[in-house]
């Protein structure tokens, strides 16, 4: 372990193995506090004001023409709402298969998100594809349910077939100082997950402070996330640029530390490609280019993709094609 982020972190990891020492901080509910509670001050002033200069950065045509790609190949593509039907799951996974069926050099999407439910019609859809289909678990998007009813979940959603579980963690447990609590559960729910990758959602919209959301970033990683997640979509404050940037420092800094890359998920909120390049920015001047790829960066979106295909036609033939030229979803 080396580099500035290295010797910021020494005093988190000084046993002789990562192993032993991640144990000694996962002993107790205390020692888990001290090391959540010794975790560097987010300085808020500061970090707003870096996520808004990097939001100012200009990037040229052909660099715009990737980053377009680079985000249709990021998205997971979703559709989270009671009147869901096997129907438009479908049609989903086809747009997400083909995003643009007059131009095949169109990326494909990097996962269908859906209800655990609907898992099996997504997974038949898209037979034949390497998109993913990720499935929202544990009671999402409240999390208000006992531990038995959440592993539950996650079970039938890998049984179905699920190659991702995204979870919720317990905000009202981490908000209360119940850190071990929180971090067991996300340890049962990785174990029910078996080979399926794992989004940790925090909710940063109800986590209050920019120092909650460093916390619970380093307790679900420690707990074997694949991926943190931003939020659900479902509350007042969901993705914004300056609480990904702070789980970008997390994840950087984590794999200073540890040696293990962790992926991000903004959700909630991105609707546009201008947008998106943002995020892909924040990405690249904050983690660096080892994330620059769907097995690390992710965008929970439903609307996202139709811009995107506008601005890409735009790019191509010169010309704004407008709404009509993309599917409703």
């Given at each position: 372990m080396?580099?500035?982020y290295?010797?910021?972190?020494?005093h988190?990891?000084?046993m002789?193995?990562?192993?032993?020492?991640?144990?000694?901080?996962?002993?107790?509910?205390?020692a888990?506090?001290?090391?959540?509670?010794g975790?560097?001050?987010?300085?808020?002033?500061?970090?707003?004001?870096?996520?808004?200069?990097?939001?100012?950065?200009?990037?040229?045509?052909?660099a715009?023409?990737?980053?377009?790609?680079?985000?249709i190949?990021?998205?997971?593509?979703?559709?989270?709402?009671?009147?869901?039907?096997?129907g438009k799951?479908?049609?989903?996974?086809?747009?997400?298969?083909a995003?643009?069926?007059?131009?095949?050099?169109?990326p494909?999407?990097?996962?269908?998100?859906?209800?655990s439910?609907?898992?099996?019609v997504?997974?038949?859809?898209?037979?034949?594809?390497?998109?993913?289909?990720a499935s929202?678990?544990t009671?999402?998007?409240a999390?208000?349910?006992?531990?038995?009813?959440?592993?539950?979940?996650?079970?039938?959603?890998?049984a179905?077939?699920?190659?991702?579980?995204?979870?919720v963690?317990?905000?009202?447990a981490?908000?209360?100082g119940?850190?071990?609590?929180?971090?067991?559960?996300?340890v049962a729910v990785r174990?029910?997950s078996?080979?399926?990758h794992?989004?940790?959602?925090?909710e940063?919209?109800?986590l209050?402070?920019?120092?909650?959301?460093?916390?619970?970033?380093?307790?679900?990683?420690?707990?074997g996330?694949?991926?943190i997640?931003?939020?659900?979509?479902k509350?007042?404050?969901?993705?914004?640029?300056a609480?990904?940037?702070?789980?970008?420092?997390?994840?950087?800094?984590?794999?200073?530390?540890t040696?293990r890359?962790?992926?991000?998920k903004?959700?909630?909120?991105?609707?546009?490609?201008?947008?998106?390049?943002?995020?892909?920015?924040?990405?690249?001047?904050?983690?660096?280019a080892?994330?620059?790829?769907?097995?690390?960066?992710?965008?929970?979106a439903?609307s996202?993709?139709?811009?995107?295909?506008?601005?890409?036609?735009?790019l191509?033939?010169?010309?704004?094609?407008g709404?009509?030229?993309?599917?409703?979803?």
């Open positions: 080396t580099g500035h290295a010797r910021r972190y020494a988190l990891v000084t002789p193995s990562t192993a032993t020492t991640l144990a000694d901080v996962t002993s107790s509910d205390a888990l506090r001290r090391f959540l509670h975790l560097p001050g987010v300085d808020a002033v500061g970090l707003e004001a870096r996520a808004a200069a990097l939001g100012t950065r200009s990037i040229k045509t052909t715009k023409a990737y980053a377009i790609d680079l985000a190949s990021m998205i997971d593509l979703t559709t989270l709402e009671g009147a869901d039907t096997p799951v479908r049609a989903l996974c086809a747009k997400g298969a995003p643009d069926p007059t131009d095949p050099g169109t494909r999407v990097a996962a269908i998100c859906v209800y439910d609907l898992v099996a997504a997974k038949e859809a898209l037979a034949g594809t390497d998109i993913a289909v929202v678990a009671a999402f998007p999390g208000r349910a006992a531990r038995s009813v959440k592993l539950a979940d996650t079970a039938e959603a890998v179905a077939g699920a190659d991702e579980v995204d979870m963690i317990d905000r009202g981490f908000l209360s119940r850190y071990l609590s929180v971090f067991e559960e996300i174990e029910a078996g080979d399926a794992l989004k940790v959602i925090l940063n919209g109800e209050v402070t920019y120092d909650n959301i460093r916390r619970a970033s380093w307790l679900a990683m420690l707990a996330a694949d991926f997640k931003t939020s659900t979509g509350v007042g404050v969901n993705a914004t640029p609480n990904t940037l702070l789980m970008l420092q997390a994840v950087r800094d984590f794999r200073a530390a040696g890359q962790i992926g991000v903004p959700a909630g909120g991105i609707r546009t490609a201008k947008d998106a390049v943002k995020f892909l920015v924040l990405v690249n001047e904050t983690a660096g080892d994330w620059l790829d769907p097995a690390w960066f992710r965008f929970g439903s996202l993709l139709n811009d995107l295909l506008m601005q890409r036609q735009k191509s033939t010169g010309r704004y094609s709404p009509d030229y993309v599917t409703v979803d």
